[in-house]
């Protein structure tokens, strides 16, 4: 990407002509992009931006890259000059953020622009002053080693963009997303950003991304991230940041996806994260996600936006769900090392007397997870076959407000919310037999009911009937907007089951089921389990002691359907620290 000799040329038309045309220039926040990836391209190390009136009355950017020679400054401002590129190969190829030539010229045509550049040692530089397009002057000037860009009085000259620029914080703010997203991709450069004399953000060299997002979001949201990295075999790579379920956001703000280090919008990555999401947040809420996909240039497309903001992969669906599975494995192992009853539920003697699988030369450690799960399998087996033999586990020993279950194990004691993790079971049950295909069991009632809806409810009831009819619920129009209700899911003990689908078809209209098209069954799988262990209660210690054991098979038993957590281990060892016994 660094280019310490750049000798531009200006591309033959044919050429020129095959890389998508259109303005670079929408709005300040995008001519700030642009100078960043342009200081970036130059091996700059310390990029300083300062802002005034939002980017219309000042943008302007001085970084310390290798600069230009009174040549190549003077050819930079050209339509179609570019020192990135030179043939038709190269577009397949592309290493560096600017390629197409496009940006100065097109900044310079519509804003007071000066650019001061010095490419050798001896301070002598290029300054080029530009009006509406027009080259006024090009002198000679002192200048240190880098090129600094001044963009004053943006649109002076097309009134009717002018008028589209949103208000100077709006703008503003747009601009800061901007050099956000460019040092969270380049950590190893400082930035600063100033807003007329304010200084927002000042960001000296860190060593790697997390130190980078730490300086930038603070320790509190740097906590909830779990880090991930893994790569396909058709050479993808992804790493980043994602956010624990239960640390979540009424916008995408905090999501930043980067293709090759190029900050990006590509819209597909929300089925990505919906999907790998499924059932561990509420609808309408978003994790913080900070994404770098890494690919062979030639998988990707960047030519598909005039200011190279969305992208077109290849193979666009492998990479989307390449990108779920490893968020939901990464969520996963997360929530299982980070809740310390993994390590504490079974003391390593007793998994290997009852799973048998001593290791050889003993680093169990790294299974413990898988070790534990199988367990618990095998301990169900075995009393099933050597009644009385193994030692329960768990043994329910209270109650505390009704709904937090105290469970005692050997290490400890386990505080378990009852609501939420028979949500987990419930939702993992229903929801893993939809997507099998199967139907759940369903129990027909004696007496059919009849109830009268509302039309809405009535058009809902039909247009889902199919998903529905899965989950167990069998109805036949009955005249009117009247139902006879024939059968409902074989899991259901509840008292009233009138009341219960009535909730069902409320909490599905409020919530918007007409629109979650693509996840109806994601939605309504979570609404049942939701309002089922609402209704559903149990009591006894042994139903309890069961709801445990199914929740540690579930896929991701730590947290509700919701992102709250099912359960927390409390150990002697923190019980004796607390009470001052050690
Ligand atoms: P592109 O980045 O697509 O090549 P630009 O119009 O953004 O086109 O820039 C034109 C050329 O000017 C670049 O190819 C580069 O050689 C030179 N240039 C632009 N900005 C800088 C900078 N900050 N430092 C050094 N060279 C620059
Ligand atoms: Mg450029």
Known sequence: MINN????????????????AGEVVESPSSIVKELIENSIDAG??????IITGGGKILIKVIDDGCGMSREDAILSIERHATSKIKDKKDLTNITTFGFRGEALPSIASVSNFRLITSSNEDMIGTEIIIKGGKLI????CGAEVGTQIEVKSLFYNIPARKKFLKSDSAEFSKIERVVIAASLSSPDICYSLYHGKRSVLNLSRSTNFKNRILDLFGADFTEKLIEFSSSDNNGVRLNGFISRPDYNFTSKKYQYLFVNGRYVKYSSINVSIRN???????????????????????????????SKEQVKFDKANKVQNFITDTIVESLSSDLKSSNSIVKDLAPLSEMKMISGQIPENGDIQDHSIEFIHNNIYENEKIIDSDEGVTEKKFKVIGVLKKKFILIQNDEGLIIMSKRSAHERVLYEKIFKNLEGDKNLEIQRLLVPLTLDLHTDEFEILFRYELNFQKLGFIYEEFGGNTIKLESVPGFLEVGNIEKFFRNILTEAIENG????????YEFLSGTLANLTSRYYDLNSNQELEKLLEQLLQCDMPYVDTRGRPTLFQ??????????GQK
Do not use: T
Not at 137 to 140: F, G, K, Q
Not at 570 to 576: A, F, K, Q, V
């Open 44 to 49: 700059a190390k310390k990029i300083k931006i």
């Open 5 to 20: 000799n750049p000798k531009i040329r200006v591309m033959p038309d044919s050429l020129a002509s095959q890389v998508a």
């Open 570 to 579: 409390l150990s002697y060892n923190e019980i004796e620290k607390k009470l």
């Open 276 to 306: 790998a999401f499924k059932g561990l947040i509420d609808k309408g809420m978003n994790p913080a996600l900070i994404l770098f996909i890494n690919i062979e240039p030639y998988q990707v497309d960047v030519n598909v936006h005039p």
């Open 137 to 140: 002057e090009v002198n000679e």
């Open 513 to 520: 089921l007409d629109s979650a098209k693509h996840s109806s």
